[in-house]
Every structure is written in structure tokens, then in C-alpha cells.
């Protein structure tokens, strides 16, 4: 069964912290690209982060600096902890095993 589950989402003031998990299958997480993207309203869904199956990772420009994604290949689970958040976080946060699967979005909103 694909399955794909994040969790730790909530709201936050800005300046603080969250740490997202996605748990995945293990048939679409193994030896796959995974990633982090989010969509707030009105804009485009965008890559937040990603991470390859070695631990190579890569960042959209916003969040260098400030989020960290890391995977658990053991475990099936892929995190992105999210630290010094600004308003601008504010969105729903997916996550993505390979080249299409979607998990079903965490919300994440920070308060001034």
C-alpha cells in the first residue's frame, strides 16, 4: 500500500521552530528522492527542500540557512525541521516521494 503521512504542523510565532515528519511506505520511499514543498494561497506549489536516498540535499534559496531536511532510511521517514520561521512559512506543506507521490499537507501558519 503507498501511504504517505506528515504530521507536525501547527501554528507558530515567528522566530520559532516546527519539525515536520513524513512517513512513508517503504515501496515508494527506498532508494527514492524525497522532498518537501509547499503551496500558500494564491501561489504556485514550490520545492521547499529535497533530499536523495545518499543524503545529498538541496534548498530553495528562502529557507537556506533555516530548515534542515534529513531522512531516516530505517524508519521510512523523511523530517524537515524549520527554525527562525517568518511569516512568510505560512503555507501547507506536502510531502514527496519520487516523481509522484503526494502526501495529503500539513498546515503550518506563522503569527506575528
Known amino acids: 500500500q503507498v501511504q504517505l503521512v506528515e504530521s507536525g504542523g501547527g501554528l507558530v510565532q515567528a522566530g520559532g521552530s516546527l519539525r515536520l515528519s513524513c512517513a512513508a511506505s517503504r515501496i515508494i520511499f527506498s532508494g527514492n528522492i524525497m522532498g518537501w514543498y509547499r503551496q500558500a494561497p494564491g501561489y504556485q506549489r514550490e520545492l521547499v527542500a529535497a533530499?536523495?536516498?545518499?543524503?545529498?540535499?538541496n534548498y530553495a534559496d528562502s529557507v537556506k540557512g533555516r530548515f534542515t531536511i534529513s531522512r531516516d532510511n530505517a524508519k521510512n521517514t523523511v523530517y524537515l525541521q524549520m527554525n527562525s520561521l517568518k511569516l512568510e512559512d505560512t503555507a501547507v506543506y506536502y510531502c514527496?516521494?519520487?516523481?509522484?507521490?503526494w502526501g495529503q499537507g500539513t498546515q503550518v501558519t506563522v503569527s506575528s
Open positions: 514527496k516521494a519520487g516523481p509522484r507521490h
Open positions: 533530499i536523495t536516498s545518499g543524503g545529498m540535499t
